[in-house]
């Protein structure tokens, strides 16, 4: 094992769950339908992210229409990620006995259900209810491709196909921003959900050509299967949800900071999609140096995590346009590039229960997703952006600081799950 990879569990046989380093597992995909799959993968997950982004990027014309204030905006952010948190780690454990694919399914219906919801709000409560289904669809298309891709992929892989399947949410982010001032701003907001909604039925009906499930089907999940321990998984949880938090209020406010501060609407809808095609290409950068070169694991996260709480703490400095530009694209690159390499690193610790142990890690990342565009909302309504972005700034060094204190304590551990 390489020293590099001291946090990233066993390499070889035992973290690919049978398969040698380097080859696809029994009955896997070919190496090119493998770069189909993974490709599939983060396309199907990106509907998943799309509910909540397409309302940051598209906020300054729903909340217009729709008569609601930043704070509510909040609140309603705030319930996607709420319903997400809860159905993270059952999903994940429903995954791992019923396989990726049906689960990728469910979860690709849910978001298409909740975009056509969305596009035909008459109301801010409504609107929420969307978001809500949103997030819970969120939550199983994650832990579902989780597995798939835990499966599928050989090991020696797994850093960059995480970090493509991460890429989802600057995806998500990206198709945001381009959202109004080409869909938005010419002939509704409306039209980008109700888009949005067709494309996800559309893919949803190809499902089956994309994903390839037979070496994460249950019936060939053979032996025992293993619980983790959650301790661990849990400090290693809120640690990410510190900086996950303050991320996700970063993505669902940029654009009405960046309108406040006197950017024109198309130009603020433009810097999210220029900042959120940098955060994408530094997720699958990471997971591609991981595979490469060797990953420090963890602990490459904490130090994303410190760099983007630079790009927070500047983001509200008094300076030129330009400044902006540059605190949000490290903000945006570090402080939201690492989650494909911790949903890595967690899932090669827990081979045997990937989904299960990711699924509770992302329910801390979900949570913290709760928290901090409903904290942000309410501090941009009672105090200012600039205390809102230093808050921020905190979150993310306090959850570099607990990767720190937790980044040695996550083992899998081969207790037999009672029935």
């Known amino acids: 094992m390489s020293p590099g990879r001291s946090d990233t569990g066993d390499a070889g046989e035992e973290a690919t769950g049978g398969a040698p380093n380097g080859a696809y597992p029994p009955g896997g995909p070919t190496r090119g339908r493998g770069v189909f799959l993974v490709l599939g993968v983060a396309g199907i ?18 909340r217009d229409e729709l008569v609601f204030s930043e704070a509510r905006l909040g609140v309603t952010v705030a319930a996607f990620f709420t319903t997400a948190a809860l159905g993270s780690a059952p999903a994940g454990r429903i995954a791992d006995r019923v396989g990726a694919h049906i689960c990728l399914g469910a979860g690709l219906a849910g978001s298409c259900l909740a975009m056509i919801m969305a596009a035909t709000a008459a109301s801010w409560f409504y609107l929420t209810l969307a978001l809500a289904l949103g997030g819970l669809s969120h939550a199983i298309l994650q832990v579902a491709a989780n597995l798939l891709l835990t499966g599928a992929v050989p090991v020696n892989r797994q850093g960059l196909a995480f970090g493509i399947k991460q890429s989802a949410v600057p995806i998500a982010t990206l198709t945001a921003g381009l959202a109004l001032p080409v869909i938005g701003l010419t002939v509704g907001w409306r039209w980008a ?38 301790g661990p998984l849990i400090v290693l949880a809120v ?132 928290l901090g565009p409903l904290s942000f909302g309410f501090m941009v309504s009672s105090m200012s952006y600039t205390a809102a972005w230093w808050v921020g700034a905190a979150a993310q060094l306090a959850g570099a600081a607990l990767i720190m204190v937790a980044r040695r304590s996550l083992k899998t551990v081969p207790v037999v799950l009672a029935e």
């Open 45 to 62: 997950t990106t509907f998943g992210a799309l509910p909540v982004f397409l309302l940051g990027g598209l906020a300054v014309l729903v």
């Open 193 to 230: 959900y109700a888009g949005a909604g067709l494309l996800a039925l559309l893919t949803l009906v190809l499902q089956r050509r994309i994903a390839v499930p037979a070496v994460v089907a249950p019936k060939t999940r053979r032996g025992p299967e293993y619980s983790v321990r959650r």
């Open 239 to 370: 640690a990410v949800g510190a900086g996950a938090g303050a991320a996700n209020a970063m993505a669902a406010f940029l654009v009405e900071f960046a309108v406040s501060w006197g950017m024109p609407a198309s130009r603020a809808g433009l810097l999210l999609a220029v900042v959120s095609a940098i955060g994408l290409c530094a997720r699958v950068g990471v997971g591609w140096i991981a595979d490469i070169h060797g990953s420090a694991g963890f602990g490459a996260v904490a130090a994303m995590l410190v760099a983007g709480a630079v790009g927070f703490a500047a983001l509200p400095v008094v300076g030129p346009e330009l400044l902006i530009w540059v605190a949000a694209v490290v903000a945006f690159a570090a402080g939201w590039g690492w989650p494909g390499l911790f949903i890595f690193t967690v899932a090669r610790q827990n081979p045997r229960a990937p989904a299960a142990a990711t699924g509770v890690t992302q329910a801390g990342i979900f949570g913290g997703a709760v």
